[in-house]
């Protein structure tokens, strides 16, 4: 997805890395980075160890790092194209979830030319450009960490380890605890609900899914845009 | 961090947190924090949870702990882009910092 982007912005500088938040690893993210056929770094991150480090909340987030390695803007809503399935129509005979499935990811708001024009502006002008933000301004626009998400986070990686030693069930207990202190973290719910077993519905295990949570706080809310 | 025991491994603790045990408390660059003088309770999670403000929680039928990040401040406490050290679908690692003198974009994503 991001290739075309780093074909465009490396000649002028610019590298991209990817990271995969999979806690299936390689395998999982195998198929999407074979057919995305990326010239640039793709990495994988079994653990999720870069939202913890970033406090990312939410795929796809861009971090923005100088020729320095000092970040010039925290993990944000980044798109570098508006995805396909923003285009979906209604096929005849939907049925009234698929309605309202597909209504909500229309609705979605990626906003990847202004993403695109931002980038492109500080490659070519660095930190005269009015979009590298300030140390302070970096850290301040970064996710607040209370106790409570804190120890949301310490369910989550619980929960990661155990669902790797096949301890499906004492690992679904603590993906409820990350949720239930940080509802909030589509990452957390989302990946926990990629690990459910088949035929496992995620409104039974989790009483939530992504519909519906989704509905909850409204899709146009779903991607917190930018703050240019 | 995922423990075994309550007993902490330094270097895995420098590693995955970035907190290292030396003789004047826990330091994580200029920051230090006072631990016990001497013993091994300046290698236990429940007194650095305690003293750098981390949650520890436990998980009852694996006899597991975790040891999670830092609480009270934000997710970024530093703008220096942390040395991340992932691998790549062959399993060949990369390091962030080999990227220092580039602009870099770190993008998330995920299969889910």
């Known amino acids: 997805m991001w290739q075309a982007l780093y074909q465009e ?19 999982v ?6 057919a995305a056929k990326p010239e640039h770094p793709s990495l994988i991150d079994q653990a999720h160890l870069v939202d913890e480090l970033f406090g990312i909340v939410n ?46 990811v229309r609705k979605l708001r990626t906003d990847a030319e202004a993403y695109v024009a931002a980038l492109r502006e500080w490659v070519d002008r660095g930190s005269a450009s009015r979009f590298a933000l300030a140390p302070e301004d970096v850290l301040r626009r970064s996710r607040p960490r209370p106790a409570g998400e804190a120890q949301a986070a310490a369910h989550f990686e619980l929960g990661q380890h155990l669902h790797r030693m096949n301890r499906v069930d004492d690992a679904i207990h603590h993906f409820q605890e990350a949720y239930r202190l940080q509802p ?45 | 961090m995922i423990l075994e025991t309550l007993e902490i491994d330094p270097a895995q603790l420098a590693r995955r947190t970035g907190w290292e045990i030396k003789p004047e408390g826990a330091c994580k660059g200029e920051r230090c924090v ?24 436990h998980d009852e039928p694996s006899g597991l702990w975790c040891l999670g990040p830092e609480f009270g401040g934000r997710a970024l406490v530093d703008v220096r882009a942390p040395d991340l050290v992932l691998p790549d679908i062959d399993g060949r690692e990369f390091h962030l910092r080999s990227l220092r003198g580039s602009k870099v974009l770190l993008v998330a994503w995920a299969s889910w």
């Open chain 1, 9 to 27: 912005l490396n000649p002028r500088g610019l590298q991209i890395v990817t990271v995969a938040l999979d806690t299936g690893g390689a395998e």
């Open chain 1, 29 to 34: 993210a195998r198929p999407w980075i074979e």
């Open chain 1, 59 to 104: 795929v796809p987030s861009g971090v923005w790092i100088d020729e320095d390695g000092t970040i010039v803007r925290p993990p944000e809503t980044a798109h570098p194209a508006q995805p396909n399935y923003q285009n979906q129509q209604i096929p005849p005979g939907a049925s009234e979830r698929e309605v309202a499935q597909i209504s909500a």
């Open chain 1, 184 to 228: 909030d973290n589509w990452t957390y719910k989302r990946q926990a609900w990629q690990l459910l077993e088949p035929g496992q519905n995620a409104m039974e295990v989790y009483g939530s899914d992504w519909l519906t949570d989704v509905q909850k706080i409204g899709a146009e809310n779903y991607y917190p845009p930018v703050d240019w």
């Open chain 2, 34 to 57: 006072p631990l016990p003088a001497t013993g091994d309770q300046r290698t236990n999670a429940r007194v650095l949870a305690g003293r750098l403000g981390m949650p520890l929680v």
